[in-house]
């Protein structure tokens, strides 16, 4: 997983189809480090709460982009 946050102008250049990948890619990259926090945990926690971000703002820009199709 990228250790920087997505930038929404970045998200925005990205398709309908790529955006979908990214966000379930993106999920299973959370629930990874969300099991491996439980095991042992992480010095650096704020990269989950980053992963959280970027899966939040990749699914406003994929519901826009799903309205203006319309």
């Known amino acids: ?3 920087r946050q ?3 102008s970045e998200i925005r250049e990205m398709s ?3 955006l979908r ?3 379930a890619t ?3 990259n959370l629930v990874q480090l969300t099991m491996n926090h439980a095991i042992s945990p992480m010095e650096d926690t ?3 709460k980053k992963a959280k ?6 699914l406003t820009v994929l519901a826009e982009a799903e309205k ?3």
């Open 53 to 58: 971000k970027d899966i939040a703002r990749m």
């Open 16 to 18: 309908v189809k790529d």
């Open 6 to 8: 997505m930038k929404t």
């Open 21 to 23: 990948d990214r966000v």
């Open 46 to 48: 704020s990269k989950i």
């Open 68 to 70: 203006n199709e319309k």
């Open 1 to 3: 997983m990228e250790e």
């Open 26 to 28: 993106e999920k299973a």
